[in-house]
Every structure is written in structure tokens, then in C-alpha cells.
């Protein structure tokens, strides 16, 4: 197991392996969405689902609520925007593919990290407005590449 998994109490490692087996491969796939990089994913996919472990102490755990703390986490781990991580292989995302870069970066912080328009506008100095219209854009490309 990774670096970021060794100060875990032992009697918290079946909580852990029972999370990581049920909900690994869904949250890898969010994770990509906004990290990219397979190693640096693959490590969050790890501390994320320790840390979760961690504070629900075995308690009842739903996809929900993982991606909801997955999704707190990773604007915790990148509290401002990195343009060559989210920009970097996006091949593996083919709806992402055909955003432009200003859409594609202005998907990826609202959808994956959860940032508010007016978070985004402060990191990037652009008016809430013409974010507002890259979003909408960038979902309408997708839906049209769906078919929706």
C-alpha cells in the first residue's frame, strides 16, 4: 500500500480494505477527472479512503457520502487551480476532449472540485458571467456528444 497509509491503526485496516473493495474503482474514475496523473490519483484514491475510514469509525458508508468527502478533499489537496495537472492527458476523458481550455478548466473546478463560480472567478480574475457561459457551453458540448 502507499506512503500515505501507514499510520493507520490496525483495527482500522479492515475498514479501510471493505471501503477500498466496494468503492475503489468509482473513485479512482472521480479522481481522474480532476487529477490526471495516474500515480498522484492513485495516492489520494489512498489517503482519501484511509482518512474516510478514519472519521466515520466503521460506521455505515454510502457512494454518497465517500464522493462527497472525496470531493472536499481534493479542493483541500489543490486549493488553487494547477492549469498543467488538469489540462495534462486528457484522453482519458473523451467528454473533456471537446472543451476548449478556458471551458475544460472551468468544468473540471466546478464539477470535480467543487468550486463556486465566484471562487473561480477570483483564481482566474474573470467575471462570473463569462464563467457562467464556458459552463453552460462546456455541458452543452457534452450533452450534444451524448446525445441528450
Known amino acids: 500500500m502507499s506512503e500515505v497509509a501507514l499510520n493507520i491503526p490496525n483495527d482500522s485496516l479492515k475498514d479501510i480494505r471493505l471501503l477500498y473493495d466496494k468503492y475503489a474503482g468509482m473513485l479512482l474514475g ?3 477527472g480532476t ?3 495516474q500515480k498522484r490519483s492513485e495516492e489520494h484514491l489512498v489517503r482519501i479512503i484511509s482518512e474516510f475510514a478514519l472519521e466515520t469509525r466503521g460506521g455505515e458508508a454510502t457512494w454518497l457520502a465517500l464522493r462527497k468527502y472525496a470531493r472536499y478533499k481534493l479542493s483541500e489537496f489543490s486549493p488553487i487551480l494547477d492549469r498543467d495537472v488538469n489540462l495534462n492527458n486528457t484522453s482519458s476523458n473523451n ?7 478556458d471551458e ?3 468544468f473540471q473546478a466546478v ?3 467543487g468550486k463556486s463560480l465566484t471562487q473561480l472567478g477570483m483564481l482566474l480574475n474573470r467575471s462570473e458571467n463569462i464563467l457562467r457561459n464556458q ?3 462546456s455541458i452543452d ?3 450534444n456528444a451524448r446525445g441528450n
Open 30 to 32: 472521480y479522481i481522474r
Open 35 to 37: 487529477v490526471q496523473d
Open 95 to 101: 467528454d473533456l476532449n471537446l472543451l476548449n481550455d
Open 104 to 106: 475544460r478548466i472551468v
Open 111 to 113: 464539477y470535480y472540485q
Open 135 to 137: 459552463l453552460k457551453s
Open 141 to 143: 458540448k457534452i450533452r
